[in-house]
């Protein structure tokens, strides 16, 4: 069973809409989540980073962690045609990534946002 | 704003040559690491290291090595390079508990 379980899509939705991006994970020690976005031919970007369990906003995105259900979720609101990249979900059980177990990567959501 | 730097985007080299990529960060990181990326399989951590002349192993080690002589800079070694080391490699480097941070990758094509 793989670790971090990401659906790589494509996932195409209307200028506008709310999207949502979704990660399960089956190790129960990881504590630390994050989600990067990569535009073609770039490196990941880091946009949300939480710890454990909870909430997080950002401007038009919001992260959520349930630990109990081992689910991650990123929710774009009012969605823009620049939001179309890869969203790539990463975890860890060590100091924000850089124990020994490093970070563990979905293999990301390719996101389409149509004008 | 953190800012790592890959020294090159793009390189061409041919298999059994000796490759050498090399990373650069600017904000006093202790930590940096060197994942590749390839379609369908996602990133994959090769080597991190914690401080200088610190190296540890990742998922995927074999092939290469690192070198780490001054913080701000690490550095990937293929020591034989092979075509199945075609791939995107990307540098990272973090702060303690701090998220990493990625550069731009560099496309490295073995021929």
């Known amino acids: 069973q793989k670790e971090v379980e990401q659906d790589p899509g494509p996932l195409s939705v209307p200028e506008g809409a709310i999207v949502s991006l979704n990660c399960t994970y089956s190790?129960?020690?990881?504590?630390?989540f994050m989600w990067y976005r990569q535009y073609s031919r770039k490196g990941p970007e880091l946009l949300m980073y939480?710890?454990s369990s909870g909430n997080k906003e950002d401007g038009r995105f919001t992260a959520q962690v349930d630990k109990s259900s081992k689910y991650i979720s990123l929710f774009i609101r009012d969605s823009q045609p620049s939001d179309s990249a890869t969203y790539l979900c990463?975890?860890?059980?060590?100091w924000g990534g850089g124990g020994a177990d490093g970070l563990t990567f979905g293999k990301g959501t390719h996101l389409i946002i149509q004008p | 704003d953190v800012k790592v730097t890959q020294s090159s985007r793009y390189l061409v080299k041919r298999t059994g040559e000796k490759v050498f990529l090399e990373c650069v960060q600017d904000m006093d990181h202790e930590n940096m690491f060197w994942y590749r990326q390839d379609p369908g399989l996602g990133l994959r951590l090769i080597y991190f290291s914690y401080d200088v002349k610190m190296k540890e192993k990742g998922d995927i080690p074999e092939g290469y090595s690192v070198s780490r002589e001054k913080k701000e800079r690490f550095s990937l070694i293929l020591e034989s390079a092979s075509t199945n080391q075609t791939s995107m490699y990307l540098c990272?480097?973090?702060?303690?508990?701090?998220?990493?941070?990625f550069g731009d990758g560099t496309r490295l094509s073995i021929l």
């Open positions: 939480t710890y």
């Open positions: 990272a480097s973090s702060f303690g508990n701090q998220p990493q941070h």
């Open positions: 990463a975890m860890s059980a060590g």
């Open positions: 190790n129960s020690a990881f504590q630390y």
